[in-house]
């Protein structure tokens, strides 16, 4: 792996100076301390960045992340308000190995490790959302983020890591203690139309008697967009309740609705390095291929020309002018000079979700014993249309219970607590897709969508699906847990878990591109099962240092964008399927210094999908990754609190290294021996990219992660009201796509943000992309990374009101 010095004396210095330029602003009303003022440092003003709180999303015990045996991080939400934190793409400035490619511009859930990431809700496990809709973090009081496989105690994850999600609403515990009903309302404007506005309440209730918490969220957002032909309007209603129904036994239930509308980006096309470097474009129209006139061109009249080439398969550089099919050439070819909102984006393009999630949890407590019923639900329904020719559907839901019994006790210096969970994991799916005619070349971002580029889509039409699958998955899990710590200071965690998943899945053949509408349902079905376990050790030393490593296997199942799994995936006697496991070695080091304001933390990881032709290319990949991750928080004072990170994450697709080849849409910086790539903009050049010593990426690298971030933030409050605050942003150049033809430069993002808060009045500055830094993300890299790009958002502002009561 490449190692790279790092000096912080630059970023250190810029966070310096943006602080000092918004001083003046806030009126600068407090002098410096004095030596003799700051000689005892107290942990006040941390904004909840400090890891002393309990966390169950990483084991279940409650452990904080300084006692916790790997790799994890919490942003409080007094953190995301101070910096404005909009969407999970942000959270990287405060969670090392967190950087997201592009999902078509929808941030639906985090990159952890250079793999995706999966998301939870209180501890539970969400269907898989890659792209979805966008996951609402300002809706959270909490987010929790956990790097590498989960824990057995919560059934088969991906490798990645997950993202726990805290809702706002989940105050009602601390709402059922409040004297009075309290609350919040809160108003964003910003930048291209930004608009929302947020009401929160909760409190104190009796319910026959019975002493209950509520807190109640409400969200509303109707935003424009920086792409052109986009928008968003969404709605978010949360609600919990805790009720006491007997000293020992207590409930806890709510949920959360959610309904977004809005698009996909898939950015620009026609991608060439000079595009990138200099916004070079080439521009040219397509020919017509929209015979019968209807303004958008059939599956039919697409399969009627070839527009892959003569020889319609590919190693890049085999391809020629004499390749070049006639009907694949652009007319009137030019260049110009395009602007970073002219994107891949018609007018009805459409991304529609609507999420449904509810819990209802038993707490009863026998003796020395804890006994937790935990009853989850989440669903969505979910349309995604783009007029370049791809479109799919979901229409998928999920229940589950787990059952948890939990005790402790102490025997001479140990203290031992143990966890023992049956659960159950009901997962029933609809799913189709349409991608087979995905051209993204045709259309000339200069010139609106029209006939030229504008396919017909199976989602409108019912029919022409590349893939229509129904079917449901049935997982059965026992898992123990244990955590054993002696006063001396070692601490031991021990976990192992079953899984057995019966997966039925039919696919609808008569409604298949190519069908005739005759043919018979095809159904599969299959049995899988797998342990999962888990060993960690650690070491409180008397200093405040905890060094630990971790050694774990965990179970993965293999579904798609929908949570589907389709009929390919099952009885295949290559061994291939939807189940697999996941192999992580983890070390390093956490500390607590300065009378417990200084927290950091390092550790070292490898982890592994061990079959290598078991994988899902959109949402998880066979993937060998290694790297090392450092995190510091640091309160200096009252005033002042800084936080900085660093990740080197190097990813190698496995499937892609042993079978020689990646599949991928070759762009024109791959055709090295093709004159003008405008010869191939009207079609589509698919082939494979090389995986060999002399190939252009011979260790089958993933593309689209960079290998080196850096991250600092700062916040300085001047105890009169008014704060600022800084976040800097430093990635590596990396490789757009696979075939690495094509680099995306290395950036410095900062953001910076003043704000005002005394007892109900705030408001809260904040100009994003300060520098007004010109960078670029990925955009589904080992795929379409060679043919498209996601520019990435200008200098912009947004200014949030908000009244509390």
Not at 320 to 346: C, K, S, Y
Not at 370 to 398: C, P, R, T
Not at 594 to 614: G, I, K, M, N, P
Not at 750 to 757: H, I
């Amino acid at each position: 792996m490449k190692t790279t010095n790092f000096s912080v004396a630059p970023i250190a210095r810029a966070v310096t100076t943006g602080l000092l330029l918004l001083a003046p602003v806030a009126g600068f009303a407090q002098e410096v301390p004095s030596d003799s003022e700051i000689e005892k440092i107290e942990v006040k003003g941390s904004l909840g960045s400090l890891p002393g709180q309990d966390v169950e999303a990483v084991f279940g015990f409650g452990k904080s992340i300084l006692e916790t045996p790997r790799s994890a991080s919490t942003i409080s939400d007094e953190q995301m308000e101070r910096f404005n934190v909009s969407d999970i793409d942000e959270l990287v400035a405060f969670a090392p190995g967190t950087f997201t490619q592009s999902f078509f511009g929808v941030a639906g859930s985090l990159d952890i490790r250079g793999n995706p990431g999966e998301a939870y809700f209180r501890g539970v496990k969400r269907l898989d959302n890659p792209g979805n809709y966008p996951t609402p973090i300002g809706a959270s009081s909490r987010i929790d983020i956990v790097r590498g496989p989960a824990s057995p105690i919560y059934g088969p994850s991906k490798i990645g890591g997950y993202l726990n999600f805290n809702p706002k609403s989940a105050r009602a515990s601390s709402g059922q203690y409040l004297d009075e009903p309290k609350g919040a309302l809160s108003y964003t404007h910003g930048t291209w139309e930004k608009s929302i506005l947020t009401a929160e309440v909760g409190g104190p209730a009796t319910v026959a008697g019975k002493e209950m918490g509520y807190y109640v969220y409400g969200e509303v957002e109707n935003s424009g967009s920086y792409y052109e032909n986009s928008a968003t309007d969404q709605s978010i209603l949360q609600a919990s309740f805790n009720v006491d129904l007997a000293d020992n036994l207590r409930i806890e239930f709510g949920g959360m609705y959610h309904k977004y509308n809005g698009n996909q980006v898939a950015g620009w096309n026609r991608l060439t390095q000079e595009l990138v470097d200099n916004g070079t474009y080439i521009t040219g129209t397509a020919q017509p291929l929209d015979t019968d006139g209807d303004g958008s061109i059939s599956h039919a009249e697409y399969g009627a020309v070839n527009l892959a080439g003569a020889g319609f398969f590919y190693v890049p550089a085999a391809f020629t002018d004499a390749d070049a099919l006639p009907l694949m050439a652009l007319e009137n070819v030019g260049t110009t000079t395009l602007r970073g909102d002219q994107v891949l984006v018609a007018p009805d393009d459409q991304l529609g979700n609507v999420a449904n999630t509810y819990y209802f949890d038993i707490i009863y407590f026998a003796g020395d014993w804890e006994i937790k019923n935990q009853l989850f639900y989440d669903a969505y329904d979910n349309i995604n249309e783009n007029a370049y020719g791809f479109s799919q559907f979901h229409d998928s839901w999920v229940v589950e219970d787990k059952l948890i019994f939990a005790t402790s006790w102490e025997i001479d210096d140990l203290f031992a607590q143990v966890q023992i969970s049956p659960s159950v994991r009901y997962t029933d799916f609809l799913h189709g897709d349409d991608f087979t005619y995905e051209y993204f070349n045709r259309r000339d971002l200069t010139m609106p969508s029209s006939a030229l580029d504008r396919r017909e889509l199976a989602t409108r039409i019912g029919r022409n699906f590349d893939n229509y699958d129904e079917g449901n998955y049935l997982d059965l899990g026992f898992a123990v847990m244990t955590d054993l710590t002696w006063d001396w200071g070692l601490n031991v965690v021990l976990g192992a878990r079953y899984d057995t998943i019966d997966i039925e899945s039919t696919s609808r053949v008569d409604l298949l591109l190519g069908s005739d509408g005759t043919e018979a349902p095809v159904t599969e079905k299959e049995t899988v099962d797998g342990v999962s376990w888990n060993t960690s050790i650690s070491y409180t030393t008397p200093i405040g240092l905890i060094p630990y490593i971790t050694v774990a296997e965990q179970a993965t199942l293999v579904a798609g964008q929908g949570a589907e799994i389709g009929v390919g995936q099952l009885n295949n006697a290559d061994g291939s399927g939807a189940f697999d496991t996941s192999e992580l070695l983890e070390y390093g080091l956490k500390g607590s210094l300065l009378d417990e304001s200084l927290y950091f933390a390092v550790s070292f990881f490898e982890q592994e999908r061990t079959d290598y032709s078991t994988q899902n290319t959109v949402t998880n990949n066979t993937t060998h990754n290694e790297g090392v991750e450092f995190e510091l928080r640091w309160v200096v004072n009252e005033n002042l609190v800084v936080s900085a990170g660093y990740s080197n994450v190097e990813v190698v697709n496995l499937t892609a290294q042993e079978n020689g080849t990646q599949f991928g849409f070759l762009g024109a910086e791959d055709l090295v021996n093709l004159t003008d790539p405008s010869l191939v903009f009207g079609g589509n050049v698919i082939g494979l990219n090389l995986v060999n010593p002399s190939s252009s990426n011979p260790t089958a690298k993933k593309a689209g992660m960079p290998e080196n971030i850096y991250t600092l933030t700062a916040t300085y409050d001047f105890q009169n009201g008014y704060a600022t605050s800084v976040s800097i942003i430093d990635v590596d150049a990396v490789a757009s796509g696979f075939s690495g033809a094509v680099t995306l430069p290395a950036y410095t993002l900062v953001n910076a943000g003043l704000s005002y808060q005394n007892e109900n009045f705030g408001v809260n500055l904040t100009v994003k992309n300060l520098t007004d830094e010109r960078y670029f993300r990925a955009n589904f890299p080992d795929l379409f990374g060679s043919q498209i790009v996601l520019p990435e958002l200008p200098r912009h502002f947004n200014v949030k009101f908000s009244y509390k009561f």
